[in-house]
């Protein structure tokens, strides 16, 4: 009987190396195979898709809180993904996880979010990979219902795989996981409302404080279905085209 080798799973974030939900995440990967950490040397939340062009990378050896040997890098949670897969591993992994982050990654939240661009800069480089968090910023919360969800998704890609240009977003609340499901993205934006201020040299400062506004509702929304408390999964892609609409104007003649 041939024995079947451990994965190699990557686990990144956008909350920086010392944070407790990638902590969370690398202990739950240890469960499926052996687990590299590479991750921002900072805080990086909401940074998108965004890669350092005009300074250098440099990925130092660190020790998280716990203990787990890990590679901090001075850039983005692309930078770090990107790095990792021409420079910091020997061995290709089987799967790249992003997370936990400390924050809702529902919704428009998803376009901003420095944790989901992790897992999507792995797809766009071919490996499958899952983005990971809770909807409650509170650094001290409890991951565990995250960390139950994070499970049952590894289990599902490491069985099943995933499509060309998928990757896998969950959300699950703090606490218990009162169930895990299917979900779209829901139509949301910020209402923007910057608070603004003057400073000691008397010039004016801004300072976003948005409000989050939901634009849709629906049984399949990633939004409503954690507003009703359970944890979900969206599946996401890179690929921007407008499909439909494409599919619509394509014999329209512009010139
Ligand atoms: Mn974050």
Known sequence: MSEKKRPLILVCNDDGFYSPGIQALAEVAMKYGDVRVIAPDRQQSAVGHSITISKPLRANKVKMPSGIDAT??????????????DKLMDVRPDLVLSGINHG?????????????????????????????????????????????????????????????GVTLNVNAPAGPLNGLVWTKQADSRYVEEYDGRVDPFNKPYYWMTGK????????????????????????IQYDLTAHGFFHEIKREPLL
């Open 72 to 85: 901090a890098v001075n850039g983005t949670p692309a930078d770090c993904i990107k790095l990792a897969h």
């Open 104 to 164: 809702s990654n529902a919704g428009i939240n998803i376009i901003y979010s420095g944790t989901v661009s992790a897992a999507t800069e792995a797809t766009i480089l071919g490996y499958p990979a899952i983005a990971v968090s809770c909807t409650d910023f509170d650094e001290d919360a409890d991951l565990s219902g995250c960390q139950e969800a994070a499970s049952k998704v590894i289990e599902f890609v490491l069985k099943k795989g995933l499509p060309k």
């Open 212 to 235: 989050f506004e939901l634009l849709e509702n629906g049984n399949d929304l990633d939004v409503s279905v954690i507003e009703a408390g359970k944890g979900t999964v969206t599946p």
